[in-house]
């Protein structure tokens, strides 16, 4: 019998434990929707670990980013969310790619990507527009270090535009994020299962 499939979840919110985040509570609502789908995970706060600046494996000295490394190549599925900021992902977000970029030169026994046959699906926040342009570059760069995306994986709240209620604070989810949320993680269950069960072929 197949190992059940594992996902985690980056939180790139701008918070620091142990103050509630919008971000946490999308990426947990993620999780648990592919929990329906037999996957079992965790949620990685990006910002309480100390990722240096750079974009190999390990910058050396007090760099975090390896023991997030070692979870993130032992899931099948990543789950990405940012909050908005500016009209773009967070700073820290943005970190979590630049330290994913080693990926590029890095391979299996085969000469595969390390990332290969992985999928990855994104969360997006915020009080104002750009979810579909951030999904864009999160897609677009998760691609290029080998994941693959599932259809309709993009999971977004735009709260109204210069108001304070964040997505942490609303009293139930809206229904067609909830729906947005279920889908991304069924499409996500599945393709993860089939690149399980078919790999891509080595160079």
């Not at 490394?69 to 970190?95: E, K």
């Not at 992985?118 to 951030?134: Q, R, Y």
């Amino acid at each position: 019998m197949n190992a059940p499939l594992t996902a985690v979840a980056i939180s790139c919110t701008l918070k620091p434990s142990p103050t509630e985040s919008s971000s946490d509570l999308l990426a947990s609502q993620l999780l648990d929707a592919l929990a329906d789908h037999g996957v079992t995970g965790g949620v990685i706060r990006a910002v309480d670990h100390l990722l240096s600046p750079g974009v190999e494996k390990d910058m050396g000295g007090d760099d975090a980013w390896p023991s997030v490394r070692r979870r993130i190549l032992d899931a099948d599925i990543l789950v990405f969310v940012t909050p908005t900021w500016m009209g773009q992902h967070s700073s820290v977000a943005q970190r979590v790619l630049e330290r994913l970029d080693a990926e590029l030169s890095e391979t299996d026994a085969r000469g595969r990507l390390t990332l290969l046959d992985k999928v990855a699906v994104v969360g997006i926040l915020g009080n104002e527009d750009g979810a579909h342009h951030i999904a864009a570059i999160l897609f677009q760069a998760l691609n290029d270090v080998g994941y693959t995306i599932p259809s309709q994986s993009s999971v977004y709240w735009n709260g109204e535009a210069m108001q304070t209620v964040d997505y942490k604070d609303l009293e139930q989810t809206p229904e067609k994020v909830a729906s947005a949320t279920a889908t991304a993680a069924r499409n996500a269950a599945h393709l993860a299962r089939v690149l399980r069960e078919r790999e891509y072929p080595a160079k």
